[in-house]
């Protein structure tokens, strides 16, 4: 290993002979001979061969301390804030396209950001191993000041979105921060533990819809922007005055210039770029262009080649220092790929439940604000409380995560696959399969990152983390993509037919411009209120009910009646589309299950061995 003057494992002699550290003299030339080959390990060994110690000191039990608290609640700050952009904008979405336009652009805003989430975590896992946690993490609260003030003072969508970017690539850093430092920290034993105490500060937060909402009917929507970087700001000061720790143990001894040689640019842009553009493809051809337009297949082909040509790069041994290094599998192999696969899969319905159910709350429920940040409610908790159950049942079934991890992908699959039953006349019936659902969604996504953290060798606990928030962002976006594209299709089939045909033309009467084979007065009708444009449907079906031909139709009818009918079936409409998702996603978490089946036990592992002193 790299040694400096000040821990080199030598004394100067002090006329007797040779000293080591301890100021022992060794007694023999095997003492010497041990002590010279321990000087020569050179840098390159330092990195790619793990440190292995049985001294007492090495795993000497953290304490709780004053100092362990502050770090810890500085960790707890960059985790929440870490979330809840994408909760406190997501939650008002209507209102920030409602006043800066851009309905046809507003899924972006969600997308834009986890793409640099899932580009950016496994070259930044590398860069947090190599330069510390604290100087990346403070680096992540910056962009999270940074993008919410972007968004929330934007006048275009495509500004907003391009803050959400900004917001994103903070988020990911930070999450990976919060959870590789506070894994660290503490002993193996019990990083379940004090890994959920740190998930668990962010119940404040569960109601992040409601509060959004409650910002929104008091002020407007830029103020919850505003409140996300105001929180961030703090955060990023506890960071740069309470975690204070030790040099990363791959970077000891090196200089600037040779750390910056271990890091595997070739990988990193194949990896960033495959990312970026195989989403782009995926999440263009959802929605806004055709699959085979160009808009979709050049970045689609272009990531595919890319993230192919990071795979060979990579298992071809070609970079002198991967971003995958071949130690993280040294281990416990076949449990840590297993955790991989589950976190890829598990994305999936990670984003199902935190995707479309808040948006059927507003599209199936109505849109009064309180009801739906209350409607909202089993997300956020179900998702934390399952987590927090999750990760303290590592310690106490003593490593058993094969049993713990059947459990909730059996939950999250069966719960999630029985929210298609929602309906418009069901909510209190839908809030149980919900509720469930997010319980086994939060009892996978994170426990399941915190297992690969436990049969992780310690230097690269930060790799090991963002390769799993990268991996689950990936595989949430592609579950996203399959969703979106059938949603979207039975979206637009249901509002012509349920709406357009079955409603307004046969139930209610309007029939203008059928004659002449114009359909635009009806399509321009549904699609009012399908994409949630209150104003231009309140005059559209004013316009409509005031036609000689709907007055002789339906002649006892009020307005309210008439706009009542064509709301009611809108939301059967998208209650209709909705449950094609939460059907799809139980192919996702069924491939969960199968994979815990395969899980070992860890319970080797969870010793008193302390990661990193503070």
Known sequence: MVRNKHDSGFAATNGHGLQDGNGVVPNSKEDVSHMEKVDRSSDENNYNNLKQTNTASTYVHETFSVKLFLALLAMSFLWVG???????????????????????????????????????????????????RKYVGMFGQLLLVIGPIVTCTANQMNVAIGGMVISGAGAGLNELIALAATGEMVPNAKRGIYVGAVVLTIIPFAPSVLWAELIVQASKWRYVGAFIAGWNGVGLILLALCYWPPPRSNSVGLSRREILRH???????????????????????????????????????????????????EMGGYPKYPMVPPRIFSQAKRTMIVT???????????????????????????????????????????????????????????????????????????????????????????????????????????PVAII????????????????????????????????????????????????????????????????????????????SIAQAQYAMFRNLSTIAY?????????????????????????????????????????????????LSCFLGNVSEFLTEHVAAHL
């Open 82 to 132: 870490s979330q809840i952009p994408l909760y406190l904008i997501g939650g008002v979405l209507p209102d920030v396209y409602g006043e800066i336009g851009g309905y046809d652009r507003w899924v972006w805003v969600t997308i834009a950001y986890f793409i640099p989430v899932a580009a950016l975590c496994p070259f930044v896992g590398e860069l947090s191993d190599l330069f510390g």
């Open 263 to 313: 890091i595997d640019y070739v990988g990193g842009a194949l990896s960033i770029g495959g990312v970026m553009c195989f989403m782009m493809g995926l999440q263009w051809g959802a929605q806004q262009y055709p699959w085979k337009s160009v808009h979709v297949l050049v970045p689609f082909c272009i990531g595919v080649v890319l993230i192919i040509a990071y795979f060979v790069w």
């Open 340 to 446: 991989l696969l589950i976190t890829f899969f598990s994305g999936a319905n990670f984003f199902n439940m935190l995707l479309f159910w808040p948006t059927e709350i507003y599209n199936v429920y109505g849109d009064d604000r309180v009801k739906i940040g209350i409607r909202s409610l089993p997300v956020g908790f179900g998702i934390l409380g399952g987590a927090v159950i999750s990760l303290v049942a590592i310690p106490l079934t003593k490593g058993n995560v094969r049993a713990i991890m059947m459990f909730f992908t059996a939950l999250m699959t069966a719960g999630t696959g029985a929210v298609a039953i929602a309906r418009p006349n069901n909510i209190s019936t839908a809030y149980i399969p919900v509720s469930l659902a997010c319980i086994g969604v939060g009892g996978v996504i994170i």
């Open 452 to 527: 690969a953290q436990i049969v992780c060798p310690d230097d690269l606990l930060g790799t090991i983390t963002a390769i799993s928030l990268s991996i689950r962002f990936v595989g949430g976006a592609i579950g996203f993509s399959i969703y979106y594209n059938i949603f979207y299709k039975h979206v637009f089939s249901n509002v012509q037919n349920m709406v357009a045909v079955e409603t307004i033309i046969y139930k209610l009467g309007y029939v203008q411009g059928l004659a002449t084979g114009d359909q635009s007065y009806v399509t321009n009708l549904a699609q």
């Open 546 to 594: 005031n036609t000689p031909e709907v007055q002789a139709y339906i002649p006892n009818v009020t307005l309210s009646e008439f706009q009542y009918q064509i709301v009611n079936a809108t939301e059967w409409a998208f209650a209709s589309a909705y449950q094609w998702p939460y059907w799809i996603s139980i192919a996702f978490g069924g491939s969960c299950f199968i």
